[in-house]
C-alpha cells in the first residue's frame, strides 16, 4: 500500500469513529447519577419526555432544568424548591411525597443535575 492510500484509510476510519462516538466526550455517570437516571426514567419521564398518557398539558421538559435561573413555574431552580415541587406536586403533577426516600431523592436531584444525559 502506498503511504497516501494508507493516510486516506486512516483519516476515514478516524473520521467515522468520531461521528460515531461524536467530537467531545462526556465523562460517565456516577453510581448517584445512575440510580437517580433510573428513577427519572421509571417515574418521571412517562410525562415529561414521553407524555404516553396523553395529557392535554404537555408537562415542562426538564432537560437542562438547572442551566436555566427559575423553574417553569417560575420558583428559583435550586435543590429546595425542584425537591419541593416533586414532593408536594403542582398543578396537575401529583404529590410524590412518601414515594422517594432521601437518598433517592438525591439521587433524582443530581441526575436533574447532569441536564438528564
Do not use: W
Amino acid at each position: 500500500m502506498t503511504f497516501q492510500r494508507s493516510t486516506l484509510i486512516l483519516s476515514i476510519s478516524l473520521s467515522s469513529v468520531m461521528l460515531i462516538t461524536g467530537c467531545r466526550s462526556t465523562t460517565p455517570l456516577t453510581d448517584q447519577e445512575a440510580a437517580g437516571k433510573h428513577l427519572y426514567e421509571v417515574r418521571c419521564a412517562h410525562c415529561h419526555e414521553d407524555n404516553d398518557l396523553e395529557l392535554k398539558t404537555v408537562p415542562p421538559n426538564l432537560h437542562a432544568v438547572f442551566n436555566r435561573a427559575t423553574l417553569p413555574s417560575g420558583a428559583p431552580a435550586t435543590d429546595a424548591d425542584v425537591k419541593r415541587a416533586i414532593l408536594a406536586g403542582k398543578g396537575m403533577m401529583p404529590s410524590f411525597n412518601g414515594r422517594f426516600d432521601d437518598a433517592q431523592m438525591a439521587a433524582l436531584l443530581a441526575y436533574l443535575h447532569t441536564g438528564l444525559r
